[in-house]
């Protein structure tokens, strides 16, 4: 049976509900869901016989009996969901195919152990984040906006840098669409104050040293020169079911997930501006040849109004 969405405000929806009901721990499984006509609740069978170990099928009934059916591949050795079938309407099927990944690939953290991430960061045209005094609104438009807040309610957390954290006292949280907000985490060692930001409380620090008088939920990482043992942090993150994490900035804190090889997907949204100066966006060891640079298996770039969102997934394989 073809099942058609009725708009992408229905398709974020359901995508939000996957988010909380797919089971992760398995390799692979069929899900049916359905909504009636005269109720909001969806219900969802699992299949004992799953149709083939290597795919997962997700079909969908949205209040009517029209619709689409959609099929992934995700095995051990795919890096990115391939959808085989395209039978919505192009806008739907563009949006399913941005954000649906983000929720499947929470099976490869289940995978490894590890908490998967995505690094997301504004910029010119020129590879600047930020004037060099901190001033980054609004480099992004308000679809990036929308965006980036898309990615937080699919994120289990949210995180940012001690420097991010003390400059822009950012809210974290999910405003702009429908959606949970993240847990919100703070990384570095630092004297931060924590106060002034609401529910304080559930923030996450990370840091490799026990302070004396902190209400803040501390995770002692190990440090080094090279800074924060990331590997380390994201299989301690997956130990507290936090299987997606979402780096919002800034440089310092996504250059280390790259130096360090934990940063799975990449996120650079561009715009048609020239500042000459400020913040870079990335800064990683020098290199002597263009065959040192960091590649990416999978990749592509897309429209988002006048500017334009490059989404890749990165290869630390120099070999590859």
Known sequence: MLIKANNID???????????????????????????????????SEKA???????????YNLRSNEGWALCVKLSENDHWPIFENNLLPDDQFIFIKRYLPFVLLKLKSYQNKSAHTIGHLAMSLDGRIATKNGKSQWIGNKKNQIHSHRMRALADAILIGGNTFRKD???????????DDPIRIVMGDGDYEFTETPNSEDIIWIKSYKSKNSNIKELIVERTDEGFKCDKLLKALFNKNILSVYIEGGSLTLSSFIKSKTLDILQLHYAPILMGSGISCITLPEISEIGQAITFIDHQTEKMEEEWMFTGVINYDLNG
């Not at 170990?53 to 997700?58: A, E, G, S, T, V």
């Not at 006292?169 to 959606?179: E, F, I």
């Open 10 to 44: 229905d398709l974020w929806e359901i995508i939000l509900k996957l988010k909380d009901i797919i089971p992760f721990e398995q390799s692979a499984f069929y899900l049916s869901f359905s909504v009636s006509d005269n109720s909001d609740e969806i219900v969802v």
């Open 49 to 59: 016989q799953i149709p083939d170990p290597n795919r997962i099928l997700i079909s």
């Open 169 to 179: 006292k950012p809210q974290l949280n999910v405003r702009h669409v429908s959606g």
